[in-house]
């Protein structure tokens, strides 16, 4: 079977795309985006060419840049490049430039496909502006095609392997994801320099492929080879293994699916876990990190997840975005709460004042209010022993006050535990402040100094509403 002919069965088995999709293909200039052009040019494919130029091998770089724009002309194809200070990325960022280059490649990718969006969002509003103008002028495709092949998929399963890797590194890579498609993984990288040769293709070599420094060049030029001499159909076999591995793949998160529902009950933005349930599912370790990792928790925390199954309320697990938290016969997963929260001030006069966790309504009136109806939302002050201006803000560690009818302090933190409040409602508790004394703990209980009593005369009512996003604990 001929090249062009497994490279079109792919893609119609594959469901890739179609002949009526415009594709960008992503070309370095090297052999095997050479033979994707050629290849889409034989069967009939609209496309656009898109080359990154990284800066990163000099007069090499722009000497790819060059042969990519002649490979366009040579197509009638246009050709959008785009140049990267990917040295500075990678130092700003503290990471590889193999991870900055494909950080920065993705990124432009990512720019290219939503230049639709943006175009329908500028009908639909106003012109603000804020539209790029270069997005505005970019060709509308309905997908981006690399030129990764079978060698590559074999080389990045075993590298994910030997790093540690799920079933999900163990399948390689996708030839769809979203709207990357790569059309080539069918093919061996011999059979794309055969083509190359037998129909006269011109490609530049990236000298940087040569060196062993590089893990990936490590594998392809001195364990593949290695492993050929032991086992000569090597790589036909990891292909064969690939392809189970998606099967395999599919029927695992079938499974994970299945446990997720039985499992996870999702209230506002917080998910709670029965600990019973959790702690007699099986797999436990694979099951814990199925249902962390879409909340930024890594392998590594797993055990440190699962031990707070059998932990004391209050112990919590953080990523960088959410934490998991033991609160009496559940695990919680929330977001993490911003270290600096907000104070408002409330002036005299303010009639309704808004806060992260809902608004507070003040009227002042006479001696007759019907304080017998209030409820924890509901608070009635003295107004005479308010002085302002009163400050509005989260509790923190160290805070008291005297609970209504009592006579003695009390830590808020205490209070919050006496009323059974979660680790995370706590997070939502504010309390509104008079001269460095809490007048009232929001929603819960106010204070016994600023209480109505036989001598007041003048009572300020405060309403408190909670928000759409409040977990303020009923009472």
């Not at 009526?20 to 609209?46: I, M, N, P, Q, T």
């Not at 790093?163 to 979203?178: C, E, F, H, M, S």
């Not at 080539?184 to 062993?212: G, I, M, P």
């Not at 309320?313 to 609160?327: D, K, L, M």
């Amino acid at each position: 079977m001929s090249l062009l002919k497994g490279f079109t069965g792919y893609i119609n088995k594959e469901n890739l795309f179609t002949i009526k999709d415009r594709l960008l293909l992503a070309v370095s200039g090297g052999v095997d985006s050479a033979v994707l052009c050629a290849l889409c040019h034989e069967a009939g494919y609209d496309f656009v060419i898109a080359h990154c130029n990284f800066r990163l091998r000099g007069e090499e770089s722009e000497r790819d840049e060059a042969f990519v724009s002649a490979l366009g002309v040579q197509y009638g194809k246009e050709v959008l490049v785009k140049h990267f200070d990917t040295a500075v990325y990678a130092a700003e960022r503290k990471v590889s430039i193999q991870v900055a280059a494909r950080e920065l490649r993705y990124a432009w990718f990512g720019e290219l496909l939503n230049r639709q969006s943006a175009i329908d969002n500028r009908q639909l509003e106003p012109l603000t502006g804020s539209i790029n103008a270069n997005i505005l002028n970019l060709p509308f495709v309905a997908y981006i095609v690399t030129a990764h092949h079978l060698d590559d998929n074999v080389e990045t399963v075993m590298m994910k392997f030997f790093k540690g890797t799920g079933v999900a590194g163990l399948r390689g890579i996708l030839p769809k994801q979203g709207k990357i498609v790569r059309p080539l993984l069918f093919a061996r990288k011999e059979e794309l320099t055969a083509f190359a040769t037998a129909h006269q293709l011109s490609w530049v070599e990236d000298s940087s492929n040569a060196q062993d420094k590089y893990a990936r060049n490590y594998l392809r030029h001195q364990v593949v080879p290695l492993l050929e001499g032991l086992y000569p159909e090597v790589i036909s076999n990891l292909s064969d293994n690939i392809a189970r591995f998606r099967d395999v793949e599919v029927l695992y998160q079938q499974a994970i699916e299945v446990h997720k529902k039985k499992l996870l009950e999702f209230k506002g933005n917080e998910v709670h876990i029965p600990v019973l349930k959790l702690k007699r599912a099986a797999p436990l370790p694979t099951l814990v990190y199925e249902l962390a990792k879409p909340y930024g928790f890594s392998a590594a925390q797993t055990p440190e997840i699962i031990h707070l199954l059998d932990s004391e309320s209050g112990r919590y697990v953080a990523s960088a975005s959410h934490r998991i938290i033991r609160n009496r016969n559940w695990l919680i997963i929330a977001p993490a709460v911003a270290e600096a929260a907000k104070h408002v001030i409330v002036e005299e006069g303010d009639r309704v004042v808004q806060f992260a966790v809902g608004s507070l309504r003040l009227e002042a009136g006479g001696k007759k209010y019907e304080v017998g109806t209030s409820g924890n939302d509901v608070a009635f002050i003295d107004m005479k022993e308010l002085h302002y201006p009163l400050l509005l803000r989260p509790w923190k560690a160290g805070d008291y006050f005297y609970p209504l009818g009592m006579k003695k302090k009390k830590k808020v933190a205490r209070f919050l535990i006496d009323q059974k409040v979660s680790k995370t409602d706590k997070e939502n508790v504010w309390v509104l402040e008079c001269n460095k004394r809490i007048v009232w703990v929001v929603g819960m209980r106010i204070d016994d100094r600023f209480k109505i009593t036989d001598t007041s005369n003048t009572v300020i009512k405060i309403a408190f509403t909670p928000g759409a996003n409040s977990s303020l604990p009923a009472l």
